[in-house]
């Protein structure tokens, strides 16, 4: 897979993209990341990539062409090239969408900067994204969340293959209760059961606290996990219903 990068601030990138996991996918060739800057694609002596909103307000938007010729320049070798503009205004970033994008071979994320980009930047955009409902300085820190969230899913990067495919959110459910050495630590012990050897009762806790979880912290997510019946039957201990309605 490989990420195009447009942004003012390609400095942000290194030292995450340096970092074991990443670095060593880089290193494996799984994932490719250029750094593109911005301001190489503005024009003049001071190669200006911002100005006034028109209609005023405060801050300053990032003008279109520098970013939209920084877009064609890439994309003239790479036509298949996905267009990503990081925004808050976009499609909200979850496990279905991380999925998707994996299958991508080119990613082109653009990081805007400022009180925003100029509206003709999305126009040349396939898609936006946010990955929440708050505003960053910059779309950064985003488009790191976003490689970061695609590299685990490709295989090879986390060195176990589908070592990602039985965490959290591919099962649609939060994630189990984990626990290490020592077995007590200040009093509080490691639940027996994962103690046991018993790989049936094992599993069996692992998906009930999953469930428990799920339903005290994000019952929004259940209606969405694909719940078997027995999964459905757990549930219905928590909720108190009776499962006859
Ligand atoms: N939230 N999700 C986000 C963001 C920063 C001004 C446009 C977000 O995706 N991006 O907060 N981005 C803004 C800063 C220009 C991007």
Redo the contacts with the bound molecule.
């Keep these: 897979m490989i990420f195009d990068i447009l942004t003012l601030f390609p400095e942000m990138f290194h030292s995450p993209l340096e970092g074991s996991i990443l670095g060593k996918a880089r290193d494996a060739g799984l994932i490719q990341v250029n750094l593109v800057n911005v301001r190489d694609y503005a024009e003049g002596r001071h190669r200006v990539t911002d100005d006034y909103p028109y209609g005023g307000g405060k801050g300053m938007i990032m003008k279109p062409e520098p970013i939209i010729r920084g877009i064609k320049a890439i994309q003239a070798g790479n036509p298949e090239a996905r267009v990503i503009l ?3 205004q ?1 499609t909200p970033l979850r496990h279905e969408v991380v999925k998707r994008l994996a299958q991508l071979a080119h990613l082109i994320l653009v990081c ?6 100029d509206e003709r930047v999305r126009d040349v955009a396939d898609e936006e ?4 409902d ?6 950064e820190l ?1 488009a790191l969340v976003v490689i970061d969230a695609i590299a685990r899913l490709i295989p090879g990067v986390l060195g176990d293959e589908g070592a990602s495919e039985d965490d959290s959110f591919s099962q649609g459910l939060l994630e189990y209760p984990q626990y290490t050495r020592p077995r007590a630590f200040e009093g509080r012990k490691v639940p027996e059961v994962l103690l046991s050897g018993d790989h049936q009762a094992i599993e069996r806790w692992r998906k009930r606290e999953s469930l428990r979880r799920t339903w005290e912290r994000r019952p929004d997510l259940l209606s969405q996990a694909g719940l078997s019946d027995e999964d459905q039957k757990i549930l219905d201990e928590f909720t108190g219903s009776s499962g006859t309605d």
């Design positions: 990081m925004t808050p976009g805007g900067r400022y009180e925003g980009v994204i946010s990955i929440g708050y505003v960053l300085t910059g779309g985003t």
